[in-house]
T-cell receptor
Framework: EAGVVQSPRYKIIEKKQPVAFWCNPI?????LYWYLQNLGQGPELLIR????????DSQLPKDRFSAERLKGVDSTLKIQPAELGDSAVYLC????FGQGGYEQYFGPGTRLTVT | AQSVSQHNHHVILSEAASLELGCNYS??????LFWYVQYPGQHLQLLLK??????LVKGIKGFEAEFIKSKFSFNLRKPSVQWSDTAEYFC???????????FGAGTQVVVTP
């Protein structure tokens, strides 16, 4: 079974530029999560999707961050414009429907550096 | 607020030494607890999990964790570490089946030959 796929693995941009991250979850996993991991900290949930619906986006800074999962499979997380403080690792995870509290599978993450 | 905290940020030990990493949670009621591991250059992987039942949970690679409800703790242990156990270890918890996981800050473990 293929794991969660994320791209790009690394991204370096200048502040005020836009950036997008892509995630392909494990086949059959209806639930998709985006996490933010700052250096020296554990991941923090940004948004959770059930199929194409964002059911928990309370931690997503909506002034500059947006996400979509149009067909209930792949997802894209966007930042526009990026700020220096957005430098972090962005993780995607997936789980079977209603099973996220029991096991989530994580992708390798995208390491973003904003200069 | 609900949270998960890890006691140590960095641990250095020699091969064959015993390892114990502390984790405390502040949830009330039913809680699901996890230990994840991130080896250098790799993604987060589930090491073990606790939902209910036997409070002593065994995971992969010889790791185990003990859920002590009275102490709100879920400490990770391994009796004899190997160099390949060098990694970052994260404790996490949630109170719902939908998986709003809260992670501790992580503990970087370095095992020297």
């Amino acid at each position: 079974e293929a794991g969660v796929v994320q791209s790009p693995r690394y991204k370096i941009i200048e502040k005020k530029q836009p950036v997008a991250f892509w995630c392909n979850p494990i086949s059959g996993h209806n639930t998709l999560y985006w996490y933010l991991q700052n250096l020296g900290q554990g991941p923090e949930l940004l948004i959770r999707y059930e199929n194409e619906e964002a059911v928990d986006d309370s931690q997503l800074p909506k002034d500059r961050f947006s996400a979509e999962r149009l067909k209930g499979v792949d997802s894209t997380l966007k930042i526009q414009p990026a700020e220096l403080g957005d430098s972090a690792v962005y993780l995607c995870a997936s789980s079977r429907f209603g099973q996220g509290g029991y096991e989530q599978y994580f992708g390798p993450g995208t390491r973003l550096t904003v200069t | 607020a609900q949270s998960v905290s890890q006691h140590n940020h960095h641990v250095i030990l020699s091969e064959a030494a015993s390892l114990e990493l502390g984790c405390n949670y502040s949830y009330g009621g039913t809680v699901n607890l996890f230990w994840y591991v991130q080896y250098p250059g790799q993604h987060l992987q589930l090491l073990l999990k606790y939902f209910s039942g036997d409070p002593l949970v065994k995971g992969i690679k010889g790791f185990e964790a003990e859920f002590i409800k009275s102490k709100f703790s879920f400490n990770l242990r391994k009796p004899s570490v190997q160099w390949s156990d060098t990694a970052e270890y994260f404790c996490a918890g949630t109170t719902d089946s939908w998986g709003k996981l809260q992670f501790g800050a992580g503990t970087q473990v370095v095992v020297t030959p």
